[in-house]
């Protein structure tokens, strides 16, 4: 998923790295100092455990078929 897609998909189904299906909870922007790079974190919402979230990149993160 590219950053200027987060705001099209949020609360929607998405695909993580391992090919489980989350929910697109929110989306992070941070910035390497030593670099001077930003980068984009994915929050995900488990569907079945609606208490639990994970973190991890936004470009791995695919968005599901309709």
């Given at each position: 998923?590219?950053?200027?897609?987060?705001?099209?998909?949020?609360?929607?189904?998405?695909?993580a790295?391992?090919?489980?299906?989350?929910?697109?909870?929110?989306?992070?922007?941070?910035?390497?100092?030593?670099?001077?790079?930003?980068?984009?974190?994915?929050?995900?919402?488990?569907?079945?455990?609606?208490?639990?979230?994970?973190?991890?990149?936004?470009?791995?993160?695919?968005?599901a078929?309709?």
């Amino acid at each position: 998923m590219e950053p200027h897609e987060i705001k099209r998909h949020l609360n929607k189904t998405v695909t993580a790295p391992d090919g489980v299906s989350y929910k697109l909870t929110g989306a992070t922007i941070r910035l390497d100092e030593s670099t001077g790079e930003y980068w984009y974190q994915a929050e995900l919402q488990d569907l079945t455990a609606l208490r639990s979230v994970r973190i991890c990149k936004l470009s791995d993160v695919e968005v599901a078929a309709p």
